[in-house]
């Protein structure tokens, strides 16, 4: 087989495992989930793609926090970030290494914050720009990850350790939350003020359903995140605020 399509034939085979994951763990089997997660790894071990395999191990860490386990989803994670941050190149088109280390370092710095480990967790959290300010905001395996995101984090983690977010609340009034609602940047904010009396008004869209073919116009208008349905949105938050 090619090269080409045989990369193409394990990201696919992954992403299916990771959506079978996901539809698992919303159905409250997360014993299933967890597997399902175990094979996107072995899957990814199979194929010479370290962001693939990367991916793959970032995922099955978060379904292994799920279940308790997370003294193992530490390990899987450490070492993930040990052997990925070695292949990183800022100098090369695919950024999916550098999105995946700062995803697991986000990943690690919430573990350490919610046992009230801060300067671990600010070590991680420290480290995350250093990939996103890189890469920009990119959404690599359809996992949003970039400044705007590391920026959400930091108020959660802070939360989580007891900091505060009364600092960032004026900029993150009124926000758009994007992508899977359990993904995108949206995501941490929407925790953050979860059980908060200062929740801001928030609007979100995101992917709710399972794309079926079509246009990227037509996927976008199905999916309720195309251009018409963002600016109906900010409308809405702006004549709430007025």
Known sequence: MPPTERDQAFTAAVTLCFAAGVVSSRAGNIDLATTAARRCYDLARQHDNPGLLGFARWYWALELTSMGARTRADAVLSEGIDDLTSVVRFSVADTLPAEI??????????????????????????????????????????????PTNVAAWRISIGVELGEGAKRMRTPLRHRLALKHPEAGSGAPVLEVFADSSARPRIVTLAVRVMPTSGTPAELLAQAGIDRTQIAAAARTLVAARA
């Open 101 to 146: 280390v700062g995803m697991m370092h986000l990943q690690q710095a919430r573990t350490a914050a919610r046992q009230q480990r801060a300067d671990e967790a600010h070590a991680h959290l420290d480290e995350a720009p250093r990939m996103a300010n890189r890469v920009g905001e990119r959404n690599g395996m359809r996992q949003h990850f970039g």
